[in-house]
């Protein structure tokens, strides 16, 4: 029983599929680029939505550092302006008053101002502050989690370690029981931009909230249970409302403020920096300047209303990856020529784009540079396969056919697409010629057979390019006689009037031949049958040799009737082939012959060119 290969092409596709799978499961080396694409779709994004009012940023800007130089100095300031600023603010009853700076280290030149900035906050349970969590390999001489975790807000493991210990650094300038504390690390991808933010960072098991996490849980919105977030970006890097740190804090200063009583009322105070001189700046998919109290604001936006996004799992791009490989794969496997796999590729590359857009728009983030990427590479493999392919076929067509056919022909086929496979096996009407030689015989036996060999190669030459002239094809020499038909490889309408034109050129070659062997050619003289009727053309042989012939009784028949022109003419053809030249020559009536291998005699005619 004969085995069953798969296609050449179906195996690259699904060695693509597994190089696919190896690249989104383990390898990630397009991450990159994957991540750039979605960068620019979440920012499109971005850019049509709106950042919740009441998330409101007081901003230590450009402005802020230097309007206040005057009043409170270079930054950073005594802690008691950001006291001052937080009883102005706390008398509109904020939501939250949430810091995105950083009191490490308590002011030891201005023990007073720290003292007033503790005494201020100590009045309120809505007040949040950073911390950080160190690098890991400080831990030993970090705190002791089973001795503070708790007290800090720190989630423990099931089953905690007594000794463990973590680096964190602590608001130090403010009193613990004022300490209601997040981390603010900042998350970058490998390649430096920020797409998510911590909700939970681990510190030996134990769990760290971030801040948003923090101040989050404490107002009541869910937090998901996830170590991180997926930002949902909503507008520009400086989406949610600025107020100027030294506009604001003017204003409360004053007897009669300005600004409405209600500014901050039910409202989450942000309080941090977008000066780029304090270099709290970050690099996100939205900006590469983005404000770190941005970025913070947008991670409370997210968990308030929920507008985080979600990502589409490793193994439903995988799906999607393999699914348009074997679309593909399946396309060129039967025969899709590459131009039209383009014409389907293109829009679904550009569908898979729009999918990928719209599911931004939903907040699920799908990542298709991997299947667009590993498709159109394919692509590219395949096609170039299928050129080398069609082009090994033309040179085997040109190299098979240029024996039998005229050079340009054999041209117009390749030019056509057709191939030595395509045309075999091919059923139609043909109109074959024989050619013999009389009085080979009597040639022989007066010279050698070098001078033989000679004589024939040489007019064999002459009548094959008369042959290839006419657009025949040549079937084969068979010892002194020469066979030849028309109407394949390359269909011909005109088969029989070009065969009938190509014998009477024959035998004006033959003459001439005879008059350039002198004496040697009085015995030298032809004999040309032709018909035209139905009969098979391919490749037939054995799997080390084949060749490109004729077979059926127009092939026998037209043999028969060059058998028949002995003493006749040198030319006969049958009435079917007179048939089809219509007017195109006269022809003399022979009369009918008894021919072997039929029954009913068959009437045969001499061609005779017009007379002009």
Avoid at 373 to 394: D, I, Q
Avoid at 409 to 414: A, M, R, S
Avoid at 585 to 599: A, E, L
Wanted: include cysteine; charge should be negative.
């Amino acid at each position: 029983m004969r085995s069953i290969r798969p296609s050449p092409l179906l195996l690259l596709a699904a060695a693509f599929v597994l190089a696919a799978a190896v690249e989104l499961f383990w390898l990630q080396r397009l991450k990159p680029l994957e991540n750039r694409l979605s960068d620019t779709f979440v920012r499109l994004h971005a850019l049509s939505q709106q950042a919740d009012p009441d998330i409101v940023i007081v901003d230590i800007d450009e402005k802020s550092l230097a309007q206040m130089a005057d009043t409170a100095g270079s930054y950073p300031w005594p802690r008691a302006v950001h006291g001052e600023l937080v009883e102005g603010i706390e008398r509109q009853q904020p939501k939250a008053i949430v810091f995105d700076i950083l009191f490490t280290d308590p002011d030891i030149y201005r023990k007073d101002s720290d003292a007033y900035f503790n005494q201020a906050v100590s009045a309120y349970s809505n007040i949040y502050f950073p911390m950080l969590r160190l690098p890991p390999t400080g831990d030993a001489q970090g705190i002791p989690l089973a001795e503070y975790g708790r007290q800090l807000g720190f989630e423990p493991p099931p089953a905690p370690n007594p000794e463990a210990k973590a680096a964190v650094a602590l608001p130090g300038a403010l009193a613990p029981e004022n300490w209601r504390l997040g981390a603010i690390n900042f998350l970058e991808d490998p390649d430096g931009i920020g797409r998510r933010y911590y909700l939970y960072l681990d510190a030996r098991g134990w769990r760290i909230p971030s801040l948003p996490a923090r101040v989050a849980k404490d107002l009541g919105y869910p937090v998901p249970a996830a170590n991180t977030l997926l930002l949902g970006w909503r507008g520009p890097a400086l989406a949610h409302r600025h107020i100027s740190y030294a506009d604001l804090y003017e204003d409360l200063a004053r007897q009669k403020p300005r600004r409405p009583a209600d500014e901050f009322k039910d409202k989450i105070v942000v309080i941090g920096a977008s000066a780029a001189g304090l270099h709290d700046i970050r690099s996100t998919p939205v900006d590469s300047l983005h404000p770190a109290v941005e970025i913070l604001a947008t991670a409370l936006d997210n968990l308030k209303n929920r507008g985080y996004m979600g990502e589409a799992g490793k193994g439903a791009v995988f799906a999607l990856a393999a699914l348009l490989l074997a679309g593909l794969g399946a396309a060129f496997s039967r025969g899709l020529s590459p131009l039209k796999a383009a014409a389907g590729l293109v829009p679904a590359s550009l569908a898979l784009l729009g999918a990928e857009y719209l599911a931004v728009g939903r907040l699920v983030l799908l990542p298709i540079f991997v299947p667009l990427a590993f498709g159109w590479t394919y692509y590219l493999a395949a096609t170039v396969y299928v050129y080398l392919k069609e082009r090994k076929a033309r040179e085997e067509t040109v190299r098979t056919f240029n024996r039998f056919l005229d050079p340009r022909v054999v041209k117009e086929l390749v030019d056509r697409g057709q191939t030595a496979e395509s045309l075999s096996g091919r059923g139609g009407e043909l109109t074959v010629l024989f050619s013999d030689i009389r009085g080979f015989t009597t040639l022989s036996e007066a010279h050698t057979p070098h001078e033989i060999v000679d004589l024939l190669n040489q007019y064999f030459s002459r009548q094959v390019e008369v042959i290839f002239r006419h657009g025949g094809t040549l079937d084969k020499f068979i010892g002194d006689a020469i066979m030849a038909f028309w109407g394949a490889p390359a269909e011909d309408e005109k088969q029989a009037e070009h065969a009938v034109a190509c014998a009477l050129e024959m035998v004006d070659t033959l003459l001439a031949f005879k008059q350039e062997l002198g004496a040697m050619g009085e015995t030298f003289d032809v004999g040309i049958g032709i018909h035209t009727g139905p009969a098979v053309v391919g490749f037939i042989g054995s799997e080390q040799r084949q060749d490109y012939t004729a077979i059926g009784d127009t092939v026998n028949l037209s043999s028969r009737i060059e058998g028949q022109t002995k003493g006749v003419a040198r030319i006969l053809v049958s009435s079917d082939t007179v048939a089809r030249c219509g007017s195109a020559f006269d022809f003399v009536d022979h009369g009918s012959y008894k021919v072997k291998g039929r029954t009913q005699e068959v009437q045969l005619f001499e061609p005779r060119r017009k007379n002009p």
